[in-house]
């Protein structure tokens, strides 16, 4: 702060010094008395600090600046003064005007007061802005600008100029041979509402510019089942069914609660236990003693076996000696001659096989038959497969209950029918079974906080 107060006083006191208030002198500007104030506390800082002066001198430099551009002290006098000659001779052609066209023409120049407040009066020049200056990639562009004119001045064509060298040219002749007459009756006909767009023009041309549609794979075409979207119900499923139709699909429904009755039998019996090997009194008290009886016993059978597996490791010992050199010489020529042997045999079968052509061709025969028949087999499972519900997830199809009303509810007419089933739980299954989703179950209800019962006072009871 005393730094810019005395610069202040160094400008003010230069006798160049100009002010644009002609009222206020530059001596004003400089505080004749400074008040003595203990500053050594932050909070006195701003309190006595009188920056007022230097805030009048800051704002008339800038004063100057956005009116003339600069400090009138620094500017020249041709700038500053001019020499009045009297008024110029084009004033006295006007004035042999007309009164009426001179008004005109001065309204018709004269600007408009919003255009005079949205001009920009400051003489101050914007600040730079450099990120206008600025490019992005711009030292990988020089880089491949140098590299560029490197390759011209060494004779070397860059890769895209070679491709379109390389290019085919199009056969112009051909296109107008090809294109119609706009009013030749038997033209092609083509809807402009269709499915189909039409593609004219060169295939790269349309390829590059996005114009041609990337051909759609034969996968995506393929529904993920065969099953219809609503599934007719079976004929016994009638409010009026036919007799032997809706005994048929009672039929049907009873097996289906069989197989539920074996699985939950089966995991009955798994689960189940022998009565005969429950504990009695008599096991109990076995479990508890053993261990505790017979033990010398024990003892004196471990001391016989380790005698035994000792005269067996010495016996062991004894046995392995040193062959001689007349052993293994044995050992090698029997070895020789087995080899010998299987060589010779290998031989023989293979001579053998030469009269076993007929029986080698219908064992072959009857291999391609077996094949043919697997194959035919695993393309009718896959074809099964379809219109079973695949694994989408961890959870297993449940197909949904069948919805069968016994002999003696049957209603005779539609206005005693009752409903069954869902219509939203029915999409929601055909969905499933359709593999457009997975199979879900409900989320389970989890709390987080363990439930807390407070015995209020007011009512003195558990809520």
Do not use: C
Request: charged share 40%.
């Amino acid at each position: 702060m005393a730094a810019a107060r005395r610069q202040k006083r160094v400008a003010v006191s230069q006798p160049g010094f100009l002010t644009l208030n002609a009222n206020l002198k530059p001596t004003d500007l400089v505080s004749s008395r400074r008040k003595r104030v203990n500053k050594n506390k932050k909070k006195n800082w701003k309190k006595h600090s009188d920056i007022h002066d230097v805030e009048e001198f800051l704002e008339d430099v800038r004063h100057q600046e956005r009116t003339t551009g600069g400090l009138l002290s620094e500017k020249a006098d041709d700038s500053l003064f001019f020499l009045d000659v009297g008024p110029p001779k084009k004033a006295e052609e006007k004035a042999t005007e007309p009164v009426e066209q001179s008004k005109r023409k001065r309204k018709g120049s004269k600007p408009l007061r919003i255009d005079l407040i949205l001009q920009h009066d400051s003489l101050v020049s914007p600040p730079k802005d450099v990120l206008a200056y600025q490019k992005p990639n711009a030292k990988k562009l020089r880089r491949i600008a140098q590299r560029a004119e490197e390759q011209a001045a060494r004779g070397v064509l860059p890769r895209r100029q070679k491709q379109l060298l390389n290019k085919k040219p199009a056969d112009r002749t051909s296109k107008k041979a090809e294109m119609e007459a706009n009013n030749n009756p038997n033209r092609h006909y083509y809807d402009i509402w269709g499915q189909e767009t039409k593609e004219s023009g060169d295939q790269w041309y349309l390829q590059q510019t996005g114009k041609k549609l990337v051909k759609r794979p034969e996968k995506l075409n393929e529904k993920p089942s065969v099953l219809p979207a609503v599934e007719v119900i079976a004929p016994g499923g009638s409010y009026n069914p036919d007799f032997f139709s809706h005994q048929a699909l009672l039929q049907e429904a009873h097996e289906v609660e069989v197989k539920k009755k074996k699985q939950e039998d089966k995991i009955e019996k798994q689960l189940a236990f022998n009565k005969e090997d429950r504990a009695t009194e008599e096991t109990v008290l076995r479990e508890q003693v053993e261990g505790l009886v017979e033990e010398e016993s024990e003892e004196e059978t471990a001391a016989a076996h380790d005698d035994e597996e000792e005269e067996v490791t010495v016996g062991a010992i004894a046995v392995a000696e040193k062959k001689t050199e007349r052993q293994r010489k044995k050992e090698k020529a029997e070895k020789i001659k087995e080899q010998q042997r299987l060589a010779e045999k290998r031989q023989t079968e293979q001579k053998q096989q030469l009269f076993k052509l007929r029986s080698i061709k219908a064992s072959i025969k009857q291999q391609a038959q077996r094949t043919t028949m697997r194959q035919k087999q695993r393309k009718a499972k896959e074809e099964a497969q379809k219109a079973q519900p695949r694994r989408l997830g961890k959870l297993k199809f449940q197909p949904q209950d069948m919805e069968v009303q016994l002999s003696d509810e049957l209603a005779g007419s539609l206005r005693q029918l009752k409903p069954e089933g869902s219509v939203l739980k029915d999409r929601f299954k055909s969905l499933q079974k359709r593999n457009l989703i997975e199979p879900r179950e409900r989320a389970k209800f989890k709390r987080r906080h363990k439930l807390k019962y407070v015995e209020k006072r007011a009512f003195r009871a558990i809520t």
